[in-house]
């Protein structure tokens, strides 16, 4: 296994933070999440009206196919960021706050989609993915060694 890269302004602590077995189990998740979200934005770029039919919207109407395609180019870009960052054994803490931040958003507009009836529920599935993404980016955020935010690392 190859030891995680760090930058002279990590220090030991970040090396400690994303090589123990608990934070190494999170740190492959979040990077398997942010390359999982790079890919849907592929996917949402490339095929808008077809994932706003599996959302369960029916015939997609002008412009929301084009938005969605910007919503894509966006995920690929925060997603590859998020994956990048982490698995490089960088401490990635602005790109997981950042990331924490776009799956919340997404799982609160996701599910008012639903609840306004603008998706069909199938769509909650999406909202229960993004919502499991923030929990694990919550935790591997919390993970980090006391005293390492100002290197970058934790909350703040």
Known sequence: MKPPRTTPSDGPAASATLSGSADGSLTQLATGIGYATAASGVGLAVLPSLVLRLLGTGRAVAPAPFLFRIVGMFMVVSGGQLAEA???????AVARRWALAAKIGATVMVTV???TGRFKKRAL?????DAFAAAL????TQSAPPGAEGRGHGPG
């Open 86 to 92: 982490v698995r490089a054994g960088e401490s990635g």
């Open 137 to 140: 980016l919550t935790q591997l």
């Open 125 to 129: 599935a999406l909202a229960a993915f």
């Open 113 to 115: 989609g639903v609840l």
